[in-house]
């Protein structure tokens, strides 16, 4: 356990001697905050009206980025839309990583027909177009947040999955593992005790992954009708917004486009340091590599959506 | 070699069927249900009985399914519910739509990607390198929606470079396709050049690099020569398997500019409960798929010696 705890420690003092890491760590907290005053409802209500319709962006707090079709504070629903957003992040992820972990495990360590049938699932799933299969997981669930968490959760464990079940897959065999056997461990204690522990730092990079992807992911259902129906959200603000660019009305887009990058930006930048910071083995080998290309495929096919 | 490829078109069998019972599981027993769509909520009994009888929906579920599994063999999904075009031909012209916006696209950034990733590579650890890694990440965070949003706004509204939508068969598609190219170009540039440039780095660490080096090859020509040919492999299987879906198009951007792809007909067979479309579609690329990964790795034996087919 020692040796676990090393690793998260340096790691730990790796990203706060980074400036940027500390920035966006502090900026991610900022979004936490404000999600978690959403959910005590402390926030001021985003359904007043603030002032006429389509003020422009002025001084005053509410108006900070002008006001909507209806009068309505455009901070304020971006504001409520955060808590939206870092929900979504947290029940993806909650869903999926858990998912991920546990079935690579399995496939990794018992081999055989599990394993058949573990990376038969991923197949399968991988081989259907992943927007139909939320679409259809969503609407069979009933639309919404939680139906699109849940769709989203239940198809984006296969990348972790693969990774992880690769990685316990070379580390069976290793000595510590057949001498956990030798004093008379079970498998679940082998796995649980001795072989996640080193594999689990592959899931906080992928959570973190998870995160943001889920969050472009919403903006994106959200505009083609199957992600939240009511309740404020930045998809929804954007797909207003394009109406309204015509006619000139530039601030909702810009001031959520605004808040929805710099959520993103930080969750990048922090993943990617969570990268660097958590590999085991020194930088350069090709293993390590091979993982940096597969985690940056999964980021480069969530940008692709 | 034969042994295998035989081997592995035997394993689609299995995934063919995962996928038939999802697809089957999802939309026929809990999806939308297509005759309310097409006949509205004021539709009489005897008029729903008919149109159940006509589709097959009143068959029990297991003889529904065979049929399905039929159709799968036959590669014949009938007719749409809602169009009544022969899926057949309804597929070749939405595919034909959607890889004239989708492969050019492809190709191009595909090239493109790779000489900007071979040139920071080349220029590693020095500025170049931190700002184009910094400017990779800040163009991953923004979304795909604002990218679109954004350029069709100010190329094609503000500063009518393009038309804003529209399509038009046969080569007068070119000018509608042509912003919808550079969308999909710009969006690809961040995150493929900072994976290729992983696996350029990569393969600079490499023993032959070494050897090359000091036999006295050039920087350039370890790097033109030899790093290229190795990194294409990986680079290879990173890209390979997003081909199968090239063909269904860009749902987003077929939205956008009014392209008339496989991307927005599968989303309206969605909502419309089309099961005959989502049925051939999802068939049709579960199987690409399949094919696609099985060529990438023959062409991955066959240009790398160490690999091994078993």
């Known amino acids: ?28 907290a900022v979004y936490i905050l404000v999600a978690v005053l959403g959910g005590f409802n402390v926030l001021p209500d985003y359904q007043t009206r603030v002032g006429a319709q389509y003020e422009a962006p002025s001084l005053e707090l509410a108006k900070l980025l002008g006001t909507d079709l209806f009068g309505r504070s455009v901070l304020y629903k971006i504001l409520a839309g955060t808590k939206t957003a870092m929900l979504i992040g947290v029940l993806v992820t909650s869903i999926s990583v858990p998912i991920g972990v546990i079935l690579g495990a399995l496939a990794g360590y018992y081999g055989g027909l599990v394993d058949v049938g573990i990376v038969w699932l991923y197949t399968v799933i991988s081989s259907v177009p992943y927007i139909l299969m939320v679409i259809a997981i969503s609407y069979v669930i009933g639309k919404g947040l939680v139906a699109i968490c849940l769709a989203m959760g239940l198809l984006g464990w296969v990348g972790l999955c693969r990774l992880i079940r690769s990685e316990v897959l070379k580390t069976r065999n290793l000595e510590y593992v057949a001498a956990a056997k ?37 903006v994106i259902l959200t505009y083609i009708g199957v992600g939240i129906q009511d309740g404020a959200s930045w998809g929804a603000m954007i797909s207003d917004a394009t109406g309204e660019l015509v006619q000139g009305i530039w601030w909702p887009l810009a001031g959520v486009v ?25 930088r350069g080998t090709t293993e390590v590599a ?9 980021e480069a096919a969530v940008q692709k959506a | 070699m034969l042994g295998y490829i035989v081997r592995r078109l035997l394993y689609i069998i299995p995934t063919i069927l995962g996928v038939a019972v999802i697809i089957f599981v999802l939309f026929n027993i809990a999806g939308e249900d297509p005759v309310r769509v097409a006949l509205g909520q004021h539709a009489t009994p005897q008029a729903i009985a008919d149109l159940e009888a006509q589709w097959g929906l009143d068959q029990p579920l297991w003889k529904q399914f065979l049929d399905f599994l039929r159709q799968i063999v036959t590669f014949d999904y009938g007719e749409s519910y809602f169009t009544g075009e022969r899926l057949s031909e309804a597929f070749a012209s939405g595919a034909l739509v959607s890889l004239s916006l989708t492969l050019p696209p492809f190709v191009l ?21 931190r700002f184009s890694t910094a400017a990779a990440v800040i163009s991953m965070s923004v979304s795909y929606l604002v990218y679109i949003i954004a350029m069709q706004y100010f ?9 804003i939508n529209g399509y038009a068969p046969g080569w007068d598609a ?7 190219w550079l969308i999909i170009i710009v969006v690809s540039i961040g995150p493929d050049v900072r994976i290729y440039r992983t696996i350029f780095l990569n393969e600079m660490q490499a023993n032959y690099v070494r050897t090359a080096r000091a036999k006295g090859v050039s920087e350039r020509g370890v790097l033109f020569t030899h790093i290229l040919k190795n990194a294409m492999i990986p680079i290879l299987t990173f890209t390979i398997v ?17 392209i008339p792809g496989l991307g927005d007909l599968m989303i309206s067979a969605i909502n419309n409960g089309d099961f005959p479309v989502l049925k051939g579609m999802t068939m049709y690329i579960t199987m690409t798929y399949a094919v696609f990964n099985l060529i990438t790795d023959l062409l991955i034996a066959a240009v790398d010696p160490r690999v091994k087919l078993n």
Request: with cysteine.
């Open chain 2, 174 to 180: 070119i000018p509608y396709l042509a912003l919808p």
């Open chain 1, 182 to 218: 030798v004093i008379g461990a079970n498998d679940l204690q082998i796995i649980f005790s001795h072989i996640l522990p080193n594999v689990i730092h592959l899931a906080i990079i992928s959570a973190s992954l998870q995160i943001l992807g889920a969050i472009k992911s919403e």
């Open chain 2, 109 to 129: 950034g595909l090239v493109i990607n790779i000489v900007i990733a071979m040139m920071i590579a080349y220029y590693r650890g020095t500025w170049i390198d």
């Open chain 1, 258 to 282: 605004l808040v929805m990058f710099l959520l993103i930006y930080s969750l990048n930048v922090v993943s990617d340091a969570l990268r660097d910071a958590l590999d085991p083995k020194l």
């Open chain 1, 290 to 298: 091979e993982g940096d290309a597969q985690f940056e495929a999964q």
């Open chain 2, 155 to 163: 190329l094609a509204y503000e500063l009518e470079w393009f038309p």
């Open chain 1, 1 to 28: 356990m020692t040796r676990v705890h090393n690793l998260y420690w340096e790691a730990a003092q790796k990203l706060s001697r980074q400036k940027l890491v500390v920035i966006c760590l502090g900026i991610i």
């Open chain 2, 242 to 258: 997003a081909v199968p879906f090239l063909i269904l198009g860009a749902f987003l951007m077929e939205r956008f500019f009014s």
